[in-house]
């Protein structure tokens, strides 16, 4: 057994020995920390990384020129939804990379902060990695607005809201219908952490979700009561010598339904939405303004201001044929050029063709004919007012006027892609814009109440007149004006895409004979395609339109009879 005096220098011993191997650590610790510093004092840290790029052990401007080498071959994001694919070039979007202030992050890993902190950074380092993201500076706005022109009309298909239309004098609810929409907040998220870390050759899946009318149909059927409140309840206007009836007939075309927000109790925590009847503001307007005309009180503009208002020649002018129409939509192209003619549109100002066309209806002289609505061809009153809005358009472009708002149809349509040779014009949208065989696919523009629209703003300085009218089976688009030597061109449109007719869809039948087919409609390919038109000024200044189009395949469907035909009665 060890004595007191023995036990206690085993113990200092054991303590010396421990306190050695202790300095000799912090010794060597400090000086690898302090010898790491000096190696690294102008270097990166080993394991370091900016995006997925290895950037330890460079100097910073060598790092920089990698990592700016590597960001400049990212030129695209791909996106892709089921079997559609996007490639986006980045400078398109409004992404811009940052790569100084990502390489200032990582070369400041283990050189700044306390001794503590710069340790911690190098043991790390060492055992370890460390990552960064990419700094880049991303329009939100240009972004989303770039999606939606080039990527939305493919993939979305727009919800139809609950409304209210009235038939022979009665109030109907007509359901509205759900659609799909990208979801934009999704998207955005998606885009910016792939950028933060990007690998070449990943597809950035887009969501669509599912979208709701806002107002249901038991939230509705108020409005059908409001409606009728209001027609029953005809008006009389008088002046000192005349009398004007509103009778059921106008009030019915002036109702309408307004979506507003439901203001009950039980709503104040969740947004809900009610369907109401009001009278339609525009619709009043416009009757007072020919009221006005009728009762002899003096209209803003008449025919003998027109010289003053800079109204002194032909600036633009487009045709375009329907020989092969119906005799429903020959009538109502007629009817539509009537309403779109005699408009004047002061210098400033934007033009509507919906504005203009008002309530497309049996009161104004509308027929029933067939339109394009989902991608389907129903009979509404109304169809071949994009006849109208196809020349109109052309017509627009040929007077060098800037577009505002222009939508194709979601089909091919055989009436807008004639050739038709017109004299007199800047654009002659002949045979040599055709771009598939014969056809001049991409140049057309649709309307639809209450939208799509056809704008255009007026910027030459003058009122300018627009004009149309028909002449055997072709409608010409007129514009006046004072010509101000601006130049406009048209690109002949690119096919950036074609898709091959889908097979024929067959439907029974049991209302046509047994062995007689009903052709419902022919089908059409699909394609894409992109035109840009350009507006040169006297000054020199060029504004350019990209007007991009897609035409969505159509399969060609016949209806095949399966009624039972009685055989003729044995003659006696």
């Not at 200044?541 to 003729?568: H, L, N, T, W």
Request: glycine share 8%; hydrophobic share 35%.
């Amino acid at each position: 057994m060890d004595n007191p005096k023995t036990s206690k220098l085993k113990l200092r011993k054991k303590t010396k020995s421990f306190l050695i191997g202790v300095s000799t650590i912090v010794i060597l610790f400090g000086i690898l920390f302090f010898g790491h510093s000096i190696i690294y004092a102008q270097k990166i840290l080993p394991h370091t990384f900016v995006g997925n790029i290895d950037l330890g052990g460079l100097s910073k401007k060598a790092a920089t020129q990698k990592l700016t080498e590597q960001l400049d071959s990212i030129t695209s994001i791909k996106f892709k939804n089921q079997d559609k694919q996007w490639d986006f070039k980045i400078s398109d979007i409004g992404i811009i990379f940052d790569p100084n202030t990502s390489i200032d992050e990582a070369y400041s890993l283990g050189k700044t902060g306390g001794v503590g902190e710069r340790f911690k950074d190098q043991i790390i380092s060492l055992v370890g990695s460390k990552r960064y993201p990419i700094h880049f500076v991303m329009d939100d706005s240009k972004f989303i607005d770039t999606f939606d022109k080039l990527v939305a009309s493919e993939i979305e298909d727009s919800e139809l809201e609950t409304s209210l239309v009235i038939e022979n004098g009665q109030p109907k609810i007509i359901p509205g219908k759900a659609g799909q929409r990208i979801d934009r907040v999704d998207l955005v998220k998606k885009t910016k952490d792939f950028l933060k870390f990007p690998t070449i050759g990943v597809q950035l899946s887009i969501v669509l979700n599912k979208s709701q009318p806002l107002v249901t149909l038991d939230k509705a059927q108020k409005a059908k009561s409001e409606a009728s409140s209001i027609i029953a309840n005809p008006l009389k206007l008088k002046t000192t010598d005349k009398e004007f009836n509103i009778d059921t007939n106008l009030l019915s075309a002036w109702v309408t339904g307004a979506v507003i927000k439901e203001t009950s109790i039980n709503s104040a925590t969740k947004k809900s939405y009610i369907l109401t009847a009001i009278v339609s503001e525009d619709k009043v307007n416009a009757y007072v303004k020919a009221l006005a005309g009728e009762i002899n009180k003096d209209p803003e503009i008449n025919s003998g201001m027109i010289g003053t208002l800079g109204i002194k020649e032909l600036i633009g002018k487009a045709a375009t044929d329907y020989s092969t129409s119906p005799e429903n939509r020959k009538h109502n192209i007629s009817v539509g050029a009537n309403f779109l003619s005699g408009i004047i549109v002061k210098n400033g100002e934007e033009f509507s063709a919906l504005k203009y066309l008002g309530n497309v209806d049996a009161s104004q002289g509308y027929l029933p004919e067939l339109v394009i609505q989902d991608n389907k061809l129903e009979n509404q009153y109304g169809g071949g007012l994009c006849q109208n809005a196809t020349t109109l358009f052309r017509a627009i472009m040929d007077a060098g006027l800037p577009v505002v708002n222009r939508q194709n149809h979601s089909r091919r349509v055989a009436y807008y892609e004639k050739a038709v040779k017109v004299s007199g014009v800047n654009l002659t949208f002949d045979k040599n814009f055709a771009n598939i065989g014969s056809a001049l696919v991409g140049y057309d523009a649709t309307v639809f109440v209450p939208q799509p629209d056809l704008k255009f703003k007026n910027d030459t300085g003058n009122a300018v007149l627009v004009q149309e009218y028909t002449s055997g089976n072709t409608v010409y688009a007129e514009i006046y004006g004072t010509k101000d030597n601006r130049k406009p061109s048209v690109s002949k449109a690119e096919i950036l895409d074609t898709k091959p007719l889908p097979e024929t869809i067959y439907h029974d039948a049991p209302d046509i004979p047994k062995g007689t087919n009903k052709i419902v409609t022919k089908g059409a390919a699909g394609a894409k395609t992109k035109f840009t038109y350009t507006i040169t000024y006297s000054d020199g200044k060029q504004v350019s339109q990209d007007f991009m189009s897609y035409y969505r395949p159509i399969p060609p469907e016949i209806q095949v009879g399966s009624q039972e035909v009685a055989a003729p009665a044995p003659v006696q």
